[in-house]
Every structure is written in C-alpha cells, then in structure tokens.
C-alpha cells in the first residue's frame, strides 16, 4: 500500500470514531464525501445511461426499475403508487423509537433531447469534460474521472435537473453506513418520474395516498446553488399555469399576393393581443394582475441579503435593461410573471413561404406566488383577450363562428401547481441549516423564493407539511437545454451536504 493511501485510511479511521462518537466535522465529512463520490461515479453513470423523457413509457419503466434495485438494497423498503400514467415511487426506510418522519424528494425524469445539438456521441452516454486553453470543453477518457479535477463535468441529459441528486443521495446513504451514522428519524422518499411533464398526476396520488406519505416536514433535492456557488438554501419556489393562445385567419394559408390587404393576418392579430398585456416598461398592464403582493421592510431585508450582483446578472444575459416588476432580481421573482415561451405561425428559414397564415399560436406561462389566485390570474387573462374583441373557445372555431365574428381566438389553460413557502425559524429550516453550518463552517445564501417552479405545493397543502429545497448543483448546468452537465465539484459538495444531513439529529 502506498503512504498516500495509508494516510487516508488512517484519516479515515480516526473520522468514523469522531462521527460514532456525534462529534462531526466538516473535515471529517470532506474525506467521506471524496472517498464516496469516487466510488459512485459508475453508478451515476448507469442512471445517466438510462433514456429517461416521461413521454416514453417503457423508458420511464426502466428507470423505476433502477430506483427499486438501488433503494432495495439500501435497506429501504419500496413502493409503487399508481397512477393513470407512469407510477411514483416511495421508498422507505424507518429507524427505532425515531419521533420524526422526513420525506425526501427526488426527480428522476429528464427534459426531451434533440440529440444534433449535443456535442458528444449521445445525451444518454455520459462523457466526461474539461476545458482547454481556448474555454472549449473537450472530452476525456472517462477512466481519468478516478483522479478527476473539481472543474471537470460530467455531460449528459439529467446530469444536473436531477439524477445527480439521486446519485448523490445513495452515495451519501453509503458513507453514513461505513462511517456508523445512523439518523434519528425515519425516512420516506418519494421519486417522481413526471416532473418535466408538469407532475399532471401528483396530485391526486397524494390525495389517496395521505397516510402513506404521512411526514412531518419534506426536503428537496433539486436545482442549483445561488450563482455564487455557495451553499443555499431555498424556502419556496413560484407555482406555474400555461396557457396555449391561437388565433385565426383564413381556413387554410392563402398566398399574400392575391390575399394581402384582403385576408386578416392571424400572426399580427396575435401579436397585437399579447403586446397588449404588457406595458413598454415589461410590467403586465392587465388590472389586478399583482394585487395582494407587497414587499415589506422585514421581507425586503430577507431579499436584500442574498449576494446577487445585478451587474454581472445582466452581464451574463446580455441584456441593457430589466423589466420594472422590481428594482432587483430577488424582488421581481416575489411576483406573478407572464411570459410567451413560444410562438408559431406559418414557417420560417429554409421554409419559408409568400402566405397569410391560417392560424397564430402562442405557449404562454404564468408563474404563480402563495398570494395569488391561479384561477384568477387566469380569468384576468382571459378577460382581456375578450376586451380586445375576441370571441373566446375552448376548441377550434366552426365556419359559422368565423364568418360570424371579427375575431376569433381558443383559450385553454391548466393550473400545474400552485407556490409554496416556508418560514426561515421553521425546525425544518434551522435543522438544515445547522447541518450545512456544520459541513462547511459558515452559514447557507437563505432564499425566500426561487423563481423556478417545483411540483410540491400538492405535498405541503394536502399533508400540511413545511418544506425546504436544498440545491447542489452548478447554476451554468444547461439544464433543460443540450450539453447538460454537472461540475464534479459540486457533485462532491453534494454528497458532503446530504452526509451532514443525515448525521444532524432532529
């Protein structure tokens, strides 16, 4: 043995007693999370190997399969709750004269690839990173990932958004068995494999199943650290609606030649309508759109102390001003948004066509906060598009409709889930917070909202119970986008975190 490797055993060794004997340090936990992380890269790299869009069943199937093996064997006990789709899975792991109960959530369904915009061999064939002189990010073989650079990446769709996180968790699960820690509460893991879909069937799943997924409070491994790459937590994320818009034109596309200054165009309709309800200011001009949000002096202090640095935001965006919502980042994700995510009329580049378009159509989101009514925001939104003069359905028009009216547009929504926010001094929130004081000695960037959504508002309202986000991952992960990654230092920091986790008692 060589007396780099007799060192660290000997380190080791001495860690486990302190950790037996509940006096853990962030040192200790640093050689746990090192030796950890290299011995579960081959596991991340079969989860990542497994195809995992939700809109594939039998893909999806494959990677329920993989969580039963991983958790079974971890002594958890698992099982599926059906659905009208794809199942969930809880897996659950309970330990003596334990008072408390944690549940634990994982997402395990990725976003769909386009696999030409990938620039490796394919999103579903993990390839190891690092960059060169130029900033190029060049592959290596993955057999170096055992001496790997914190900087390096691994590249692959879910890498961040989120079987990191699982991975990350099992391998702290087997760090806190070899080094005798044993948490006081019981653990219930709940794995959703629909996330990217809106979670549709969350819902209801915890409706019937209230006793089973009986907890006292939920912790949820997702999503990236603030852009400062410090530990964070998240006390609440934004809820989300959508909204599909179209509006019409001729039956079918006539040529502009013959048609135009005839044959309304539906894609200058549509533009109109939506320009309408915003403000030049990008503030959303609909009455009562933001009613019942304030910012307070206490809340404004809360937001105040996340080190955001509004400069380098816009720097990295691009962009020479914001939207007058609020007057920095933290305050404007503290509102309702309205936001067109896509747009289709007609066809454009190599496919362009001399045509009015027979129909315009636009994919709207609407992120939600605790104080606002979704329905409500929804009904607003509606209500103007028939102020503009729009007869509004919930399905295509018929011939008589057309002829009938001036304008014609189909309105149909679904509210996915609803904000939710938790207290800082909640116990879930001061336990989370003692465990990442005592795994990197300083406290966490405390985060009253983020501004994604997550689908846990159905966990929190139907079971009463609080919850925190706890991000691990890099924040320039690419994550729903081609070429996602995850930065191995994070990954290391990943297991550290849910290491000390385990270990603090409640």
């Known amino acids: 043995m060589m007396m780099k490797e007799c060192l660290l055993l000997l380190s080791l060794t001495f860690s486990f007693c302190q950790i037996n004997g509940q006096k853990i340090r962030s ?3 640093n050689l746990l999370a090192e030796k950890h992380a290299k011995a579960s890269f081959q596991q991340l790299y079969d989860l990542l190997s497994i195809p995992n869009d939700a809109f594939n069943t039998e893909d999806i199937e494959k990677n329920v399969q993989w969580c039963e093996g991983a958790f079974q064997q971890r002594n958890f006990t698992t099982t599926r709750i059906e659905t009208d789709y794809v199942p969930l899975l809880l897996a659950e792991r309970k330990v003596k004269k334990a008072k ?5 959530y994982l997402q395990i369904d990725g976003q769909p690839v386009d696999s030409s915009r990938w620039f490796q061999a394919s999103p579903y064939k993990p390839a190891l990173k690092r960059q060169n002189s130029s900033g190029e990010w060049e592959e290596i073989d993955w057999a170096n990932i055992e001496e790997y650079n914190d ?5 692959a769709r879910s890498t961040s958004d989120s079987k990191g996180a699982v991975s990350m968790f099992l391998a702290a699960l087997d760090a806190a068995q070899e080094a005798g820690i044993t948490p006081n509460y019981n653990m219930k893991v709940i794995m959703d494999f629909e996330e990217e879909m809106g979670s549709p069937h969350l819902p209801e799943a915890v409706k019937k199943n209230k006793e089973l997924l009986k907890s006292d409070m939920l912790i949820i491994f997702d999503g990236p650290r603030h852009i400062t790459n410090q530990p964070t937590l998240s006390f609440g994320a934004r809820g989300i609606s959508t909204i599909t818009l179209t509006t019409y034109g001729p039956i079918v596309p006539q040529h502009s030649g013959h048609y135009g200054n005839y044959a309304p165009n539906p894609a200058f309709r549509l533009s109109q309508l939506l320009a309408s309800m915003k403000d030049e200011n990008g503030r959303v001009s609909i009455p009562g759109f933001y009613d019942g949000i304030s910012i307070d002096a206490e809340t404004a202090e809360i937001l105040k102390a996340v080190p955001d640095d509004e400069e380098a935001i816009r720097d990295r965006l691009q962009i020479g001003t914001i939207d007058n919502v609020g007057t920095y980042y933290q305050e404007a994700i503290q509102y309702p948004s309205l936001n067109i995510r ?3 009329s007609g066809w454009i580049d190599k496919k362009v066509r001399t045509i009015i378009p027979g129909w315009a159509r636009a994919e709207i989101d609407v992120r939600l906060v605790l104080e606002s009514d979704p329905e409500r925001l929804i009904s607003l939104i509606k209500n103007h598009v028939q102020n503009q003069g729009y007869l509004v359905l919930d399905r295509e028009p018929t011939k008589e409709e057309r002829i009938a009216n001036k304008k014609v547009a189909t309105f149909n929504y679904e509210i996915s889930y609803q904000s939710f926010r938790t207290d800082f001094n909640s116990e879930v929130g001061v336990w ?21 959504s997550i689908p ?16 691990t991952v890099n924040r320039d992960n690419n994550q729903h986008s081609p070429n996602e990654n995850i930065r191995l230092g994070n990954y290391r920091e990943g297991i550290k975190t849910m290491i000390a986790i385990l270990a603090e008692k409640l």
């Open 342 to 344: 896509g747009m289709q």
């Open 100 to 104: 408390k109960t944690v549940l634990i």
């Open 432 to 452: 989370l917070r003692k465990a990442i004081n005592t795994a990197f000695e300083k406290d966490p960037i405390m985060i009253r909202m983020s501004g994604g």
């Open 456 to 471: 846990i508002s159905p966990f929190v309202n139907t079971l009463g119970i609080p919850a925190v986000t706890v991000p």
């Open 27 to 29: 040192q200790d936990l």
């Open 151 to 155: 900087e390096w990446r691994i590249f």
